[in-house]
Every structure is written in C-alpha cells, then in structure tokens.
C-alpha cells in the first residue's frame, strides 16, 4: 500500500549544524504514529517539513505517493494534512471560535452555511460547541488547543500532524481529546512529551536521536500505578 507520507534521507540545517540527518519514515493509512525525544531534537522540523513549511537540503518527501519539492506541489495537500501547532497562537487569527472553525471549509469551497456547520460539528465532537462565539483571544489555553483542533477536523483531513496536543489540556477535556482522536479513521503523527496519553493512542512509536528515528516501544512498567515510558527498540 502506498504510504500517506514518504520521507527518504531528508536533511534539513540550521546555522551551519544538521537538525534532520538522512531521516527517513514512513507513515501508513490509519497508523498512529508517536514521535518523541528531547527538547530541540527537530520534531516540529519534521512536521513542518512533511507540509513543505521546511525545506530540507537533501532527501525526497512524498505524499500520498506524489514526489513533493516546491511550494505548488505541496499545497493540493495541504487541506488533507491537518496541522497542529505547538503554538495554538500561531494557528488562530478570527475573532470568533465559529469563523475560526468554519475558515478552512469555507477557504477549500464550502458554503458559509455549510461551514458554518461543520464547524458547529467539529466544535460539538470536541465538547466545545459552548465556545462558538466566544472571542478567540480570550480563550483559556487549553480550550484554544481544543478550538485548533476542531478548526483542523472541519476540513476532515486524511492526516493529522499534532504537535504537542496536550499542552494546557485538563484531565476532563484530555478524555475528549484522546475520544475525538480515536474516533479520527485517518493516519497521524502524535509528537508529544506525555508518555501517558501516547501509550493510549498510538499504534507505533519512534524516537528522534541524533536527527533520525529509530523504532521505540511504548511500555507500561508494572509499578503500583501505571507508568508508560518510550524505549528505544533493541
Ligand atoms: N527558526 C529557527 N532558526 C534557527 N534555529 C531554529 C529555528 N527553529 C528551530 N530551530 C532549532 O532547530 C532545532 C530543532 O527544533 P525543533 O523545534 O524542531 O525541535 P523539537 O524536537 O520540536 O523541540 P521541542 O520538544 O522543544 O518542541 C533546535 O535546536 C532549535 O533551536
């Protein structure tokens, strides 16, 4: 089966140092990818890359079986690959919660009508369809990081590229995220420092060292409580 997302050698520099080495991945429909490692070791590289926000110096990337290297080849799938960033500040610029949530059907052709719906579902799939017209700015921030991700589940993408999903997100609201993530039948790449919410979720794990991935495996220490942690595989 072709893989929704293809990377082969990449290499991406900053200031004269590698951030990405010759990293390649592959990543299947339906899988649920974790990616994690330490603080500056060039996930959010990755994910940027993978949406040609990055451009790397060397390697290929392919999507959905398509070779991509400029900016026209990338931007047909950029409403299939639905992008979380780390900063839900740099995702969110209409004033209200609905507008914000409705801007990407309405951008890709819908309706306003029609995007106005959508994104009342994406709201209420979320729990969240009480923030509607609330004024975006004001938002906690963890319900931003909520209203960001319904924003990317109206364009019903076939990929999810999260970034730190969980960041600013309280036990209650996690459940509906981790719900609402398990209801989405497409492939995703959770980048994520919290082991506890990954072991639930993903279906591979890898781990970013030295500007490549090598498989990890998602383990649950039988302490007194539970206590997942990421191994290198071997
Ligand atoms: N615009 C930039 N200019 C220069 N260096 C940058 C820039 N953005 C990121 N970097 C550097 O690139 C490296 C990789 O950053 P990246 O954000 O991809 O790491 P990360 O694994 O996502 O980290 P974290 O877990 O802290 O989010 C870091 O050393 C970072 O300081």
């Given at each position: 089966?072709?893989?929704?997302?293809?990377?082969?050698?990449?290499?991406?520099?900053?200031g004269g140092?590698?951030?990405?080495?010759?990293?390649?991945?592959?990543?299947?429909m339906?899988?649920?990818?974790?990616?994690?490692?330490p603080?500056?070791?060039?996930?959010?590289?990755l994910?940027?890359?993978?949406?040609?926000?990055?451009?790397?110096?060397?390697?290929?990337?392919?999507?959905?079986?398509?070779?991509?290297?400029?900016?026209?080849?990338f931007?047909?799938?950029?409403?299939?690959?639905g992008?979380?960033?780390?900063?839900?500040?740099?995702?969110?610029?209409?004033?209200?919660v609905?507008?914000?949530?409705?801007f990407?059907?309405l951008?890709?052709?819908?309706t306003?009508?029609?995007?106005?719906?959508?994104?009342?579902?994406?709201?209420?799939?979320?729990?969240?369809?009480h923030?509607?017209?609330r004024?975006?700015?004001?938002l906690?921030?963890g319900?931003?990081?909520?209203?960001?991700?319904?924003?990317?589940?109206?364009?019903?993408?076939?990929?999810?590229?999260?970034?730190?999903?969980?960041?600013?997100?309280?036990?209650?609201?996690?459940?509906?995220?981790?719900?609402?993530?398990?209801a989405?039948?497409?492939?995703m790449?959770?980048?994520?420092?919290?082991?506890?919410?990954?072991?639930?979720?993903?279906?591979?794990a890898?781990l970013?060292?030295?500007?490549?991935?090598v498989?990890?495996?998602?383990?649950?220490?039988?302490?007194?409580?539970?206590?997942?942690?990421?191994?290198?595989?071997?």
């Amino acid at each position: 089966m072709i893989p929704v997302v293809a990377l082969s050698d990449l290499t991406v520099m900053r200031g004269g140092a590698a951030v990405l080495r010759g990293l390649s991945l592959r990543l299947g429909m339906r899988e649920r990818l974790a990616i994690v490692g330490p603080n500056g070791a060039g996930k959010t590289t990755l994910l940027r890359c993978i949406v040609g926000l990055e451009r790397p110096v060397a390697g290929r990337i392919a999507l959905f079986g398509t070779a991509c290297g400029g900016e026209r080849d990338f931007r047909p799938f950029r409403p299939r690959i639905g992008f979380l960033f780390q900063d839900s500040d740099d995702q969110l610029f209409c004033p209200t919660v609905a507008e914000d949530v409705a801007f990407g059907p309405l951008n890709t052709g819908a309706t306003a009508a029609g995007a106005r719906t959508r994104a009342l579902e994406a709201l209420a799939a979320l729990g969240i369809a009480h923030l509607a017209e609330r004024v975006t700015h004001r938002l906690s921030g963890g319900e931003k990081r909520l209203v960001c991700l319904a924003g990317l589940l109206a364009m019903r993408p076939e990929v999810l590229l999260l970034d730190e999903p969980t960041n600013g997100i309280d036990a209650e609201n996690m459940a509906r995220l981790r719900a609402a993530l398990e209801a989405f039948d497409g492939a995703m790449i959770l980048v994520s420092h919290d082991a506890g919410f990954v072991a639930g979720l993903a279906t591979r794990a890898m781990l970013m060292r030295d500007g490549a991935l090598v498989e990890a495996e998602i383990h649950d220490h039988p302490h007194l409580h539970s206590h997942p942690h990421l191994h290198p595989k071997g």
